[in-house]
């Protein structure tokens, strides 16, 4: 157990960094050019590790499983062991229960923890894209708030003074579209109502109908527009970040495919461990590693099925039942030909 637990600990945090760093990269584009503050970009990290542990678990696992066991083989440990009278049943019972514990963590992270943390996921970026800053703009590049409703463009900004020159908004409200443009743009915090206000100097204002030719055009000296919308934001419904509870009640192909992928991750866990013993077989003279490549492929083709056969449910393509289960039959089924017979399909390979 601990030869299993040691190697899953040190790849998964290796993993777990690497994956950080790539998710750190795709949101410092967002933060520098001020779509996202950088608290937000912590968050967002530290919420798609979480989500992504319900994978990186399993994997580390998986292969850690079979190189734990490949270097007792290797060492001529496990022929020592079988000549004393361990049963290859014996060695399986420690993969067995380790396997049994991270399941649970598993499971816990894939019914509960994923989907909060989508939902903190998606309600973050919505909170920063809806409540814009104009301190975070940078000279000359044009920004969506709202999901597009709004586009804010300055020609240079004082990040000093939080003031704008040359500022251009276009907003898109039901049947009306609205132009602004001004000289000069600060921003400030309304007094009355604590929230943060943009307000143009030596400007004009466009309104148009979007469905006749009526519309306006206002000069003004000085208008102020509010940037934050209403504190409660409507958010669309994502399968990803519903609880599990509310998908186990639906009749909907894309939340049963999206329940059944959350049951199968503590299973798959269980089977890919288990399977990592009869894939760690191999002679001394062959190493540690010589199964690895073999492992690495089987969960690749496991994994890829089981994401397809996920979408295939959604779209309507495959039934719910017996819905993504049957991958699981196959992988249990791989498992079992591979405990049952190993001597001759290792004698084979060894020819």
């Known amino acids: 157990m601990r ?49 992504a542990l319900e994978v990186l678990l399993p994997t580390t696992l998986y292969l850690s499983v079979v190189v734990a066991l490949g270097r007792l083989y290797k ?8 000549a004393c009278g361990v049963t290859p049943a014996r060695v399986m019972r420690p993969v067995f229960y380790t396997a049994l514990a991270i399941a649970a963590i598993v499971a816990s992270l894939s019914l509960f923890i994923r989907p909060w943390a989508y939902d903190r996921y998606y309600k973050l970026k919505a909170h920063a894209e809806a409540h ?5 703009m940078n000279d000359g590049t044009f920004y969506e708030t709202e999901g597009g409703a709004r586009v804010i463009y300055a020609e240079k900004v004082d990040h000093n ?9 276009r907003t898109k409200r039901d049947d009306t579209l609205q132009v602004i443009y001004a ?18 100097t030596d400007g004009h204002l466009y309104e148009f109908s ?59 866990t269980l089977l890919l461990a288990m399977l990592g013993v009869p894939l760690s077989r191999s002679s001394p003279r062959r190493g540690k590693y010589a ?26 393509v495959l039934d719910t039942i017996p819905g993504i289960w049957w ?25």
């Open 3 to 51: 030869e299993i637990i040691k190697p899953t600990v040190a790849v998964c945090g290796i993993l777990v960094f690497i994956f950080g760093c790539y998710m750190a990269t795709r949101f410092l584009a967002d933060a520098l050019v001020g779509e996202l503050p950088g608290t937000t970009i912590i968050k967002l990290i530290l919420l798609r590790i979480a989500i």
């Open 327 to 351: 991958i699981q039959l196959l992988l249990a089924g791989l498992l079992l030909v591979l405990l049952w017979r190993p001597p001759m399909l290792f004698l084979r390979r060894g020819r």
């Open 75 to 82: 060492d001529s440990e496990m022929t020592a062991l079988f």
């Open 183 to 200: 000289r000069q743009a600060s921003q400030t915090m309304d007094r009355a109502t604590g929230k943060q206000i943009i307000v143009f």
């Open 210 to 268: 979007r469905t006749g030719e009526e519309g306006r055009v206002i000069q003004f000296g000085q208008s102020a527009m509010p940037l934050e919308p209403k504190d409660n934001l409507r958010l669309k419904y994502r399968v990803k970040s519903a609880s599990s509870a509310s998908l186990a009640r639906s009749d909907n192909s894309a939340d049963i495919a999206e329940f059944q992928w959350r049951l199968s991750t503590p299973l798959a």
């Open 291 to 316: 199964k690895v490549t073999t492992a690495v492929v089987i969960f690749a083709v496991y994994y890829n099925l089981s994401a397809l056969t996920k979408k295939w449910i959604e779209k309507g």
């Open 161 to 169: 003074q939080d003031e704008a020159e040359r500022v251009f908004i």
């Open 132 to 136: 814009f800053d104009l301190t975070r």
